[in-house]
Nanobody, 112 residues
Framework: QVQLVESGGGLVHPGGSLRLACVAS????????LSWYRQAPGKGRVQVAT????????IALNSVAGRFAISRDDAKNTLYLQMDNLQIEDTAMYYC?????WGQGTQVTVSS
C-alpha cells in the first residue's frame, strides 16, 4: 500500500523559510519521478516542482523559481522542498505526488 506523508508546514512571516518533507512507502522510491504540488484556497492544484529518479530537477511554477528547491534522499525514501523568501501568495496546502498517489498535505501559511 502506497503511503506519502508530508510534514514541515507551518506559519511563517514573509521572507521566512520552511523545509517540507514527504516520507514515502509502498513502492521502490528510487525508481521514480516525484513531485510537489500546491493548492491555494479557492484555486486548483498546481505543480510546483518535480525531480526525476536520476535527480534531474525542474521548477514548474515560475513564481517560485529561485526561491524553492526540490531534492530527494533515496536512502531515506524522502522527498524535500526547501522554500526560502516565502511570500504571502505561497500560502497553500502542499502535497507530495507519485503517479496517482497523494499525501494528505501540509499547510503553509505566510502572513505578517
Amino acid at each position: 500500500q502506497v503511503q506519502l506523508v508530508e510534514s514541515g508546514g507551518g506559519l511563517v512571516h514573509p521572507g521566512g523559510s520552511l523545509r517540507l518533507a514527504c516520507v514515502a512507502s509502498g513502492f521502490t522510491f528510487s525508481d521514480y519521478r516525484l513531485s510537489w504540488y500546491r493548492q491555494a484556497p479557492g484555486k486548483g492544484r498546481v505543480q510546483v516542482a518535480t525531480i526525476s529518479s536520476t535527480g534531474v530537477k525542474r521548477i514548474a511554477l515560475n513564481s517560485v523559481a529561485g526561491r524553492f528547491a526540490i531534492s530527494r534522499d533515496d536512502a531515506k525514501n524522502t522527498l524535500y522542498l526547501q522554500m526560502d523568501n516565502l511570500q504571502i501568495e505561497d500560502t497553500a496546502m502542499y502535497y507530495c505526488n507519485w503517479a496517482n498517489s497523494w499525501g494528505q498535505g501540509t499547510q503553509v501559511t505566510v502572513s505578517s
